[in-house]
């Protein structure tokens, strides 16, 4: 009965666990490169309670010279322990968990549903939901998946960070960035500032913004330019900037999505597109893009929730991609 009604939401004050124990339990579902960053990010202030859910074929340390490396940007050393890693992903945990206050979603958008799925046992009533992921739709998604979980609130994200793993457990930090977490209500703002909350003062400074498909379009349109390009011609960001060629496909599939996201009566956060790409350029020089990643160790990519999404996108709205459908057919070649 008192599990039930902790579950119970209050429109009159945020979710708080407990103030007298000021550590947060945050839990990252994904522990890929940005996963991996997020989460040795986190594991630094006493504050944090740091969960990794991974994969099942995720290698766990093995002793206790074994834990998490960041270099780059970050250059930080974890210690086994203090990150709980719980490799169980795609499937749920089958040990016992505690809730989490924040959980965020880091991984390909094909995985949404599995992951959402092992993200069940860590959900209850006053759990705030992000995903951070690439492409739309995921925030739908993974609210059907934890409907039964009832959480406070899911939430889409965006962040700018760049990363790469170079070694099992070994990730490169190759980029700074804001991380953003959209609200479009009263009710989700108030969320969103809880969940901004615990990660700023756990380590990653983050903040809430408001408007879920500005956000969402405005990181869309970015790597629908970047993304397949650096696949494409097999370059990193930095690489693409002083590619005459590849910067200019890049820019004007940029303009293209930015075309679609004005047709949609959608407001991108930046007011040129291609400037925009360029600055991320510049700023993420030596990151190799999850894309190029991907296609560099035969993985699938997020080609379809990525340069996809803007293609379907336009096809309604009646805007032309030329730029946006060679990339896209060029991706799926590359497989």
Not at 5 to 25: I, T, Y
Request: glycine content about 6%; charged content about 20%.
């Amino acid at each position: 009965m008192m599990r039930a009604a902790s579950r119970k939401k209050s429109s009159a004050s945020p979710p708080e666990r407990s103030v007298a124990s000021p550590r947060k339990h945050i839990v990252i579902v994904g522990a890929g490169a940005m996963g991996t960053l997020f989460a040795a990010l986190l594991s630094k202030s006493r504050r944090a309670e740091v969960t990794l859910v991974a994969k099942n074929n995720y290698a766990p340390p093995s002793s206790g010279r074994d834990g998490v490396t960041v270099s780059g940007k970050t250059r930080l050393q974890i210690p086994a322990g203090k990150i709980k890693i719980v490799s169980s992903f795609p499937s749920s945990p089958k040990a016992k968990t505690s809730p989490a206050d924040v959980a965020v979603i880091l991984v390909k958008s094909s995985d949404t549903r599995s992951a959402a799925t092992a993200l069940l046992p860590f959900v209850d009533g006053k759990t705030v939901v992000v995903t951070f992921q690439n492409g739309l739709g995921n925030v739908e998604a993974v609210k059907e998946i934890l409907d039964p979980a009832r959480p406070a609130a899911v939430l889409s994200g965006a962040t700018t960070h760049g990363a790469r793993i170079r070694f099992p457990r070994v990730v490169e930090h190759t980029g700074n960035g804001e991380t953003l977490i959209a609200y479009d209500s009263a009710q989700e703002k108030k969320y969103a500032l809880v969940a901004a909350r615990i990660l700023a003062s756990s380590g990653l400074a983050t903040r809430p913004r408001k408007d879920s498909a500005s956000i969402l379009w405005s990181k869309l349109v970015v790597n629908a330019a970047i993304n397949p390009v650096g696949a494409v011609f097999s370059q990193t960001n930095g690489e693409i900037l002083k590619n005459d060629f590849a910067l200019k496909i890049a820019l004007s599939a940029a303009f293209e999505a930015a075309s679609v996201a004005r047709a949609l009566g959608i407001k991108l956060l930046y007011p040129s597109a291609e400037n925009k790409v360029k600055s991320v350029l510049a700023a993420t020089s030596s990151n190799r893009n999850s894309m190029l990643q991907d296609v560099s160790a035969g993985r699938p990519t997020e080609i379809e929730a990525i340069n996809g999404s803007v293609i379907r996108a336009a096809r309604r709205v009646g805007v032309k991609t030329p730029y946006n459908r060679v990339l896209y057919s060029s991706v799926k070649i590359c497989l």
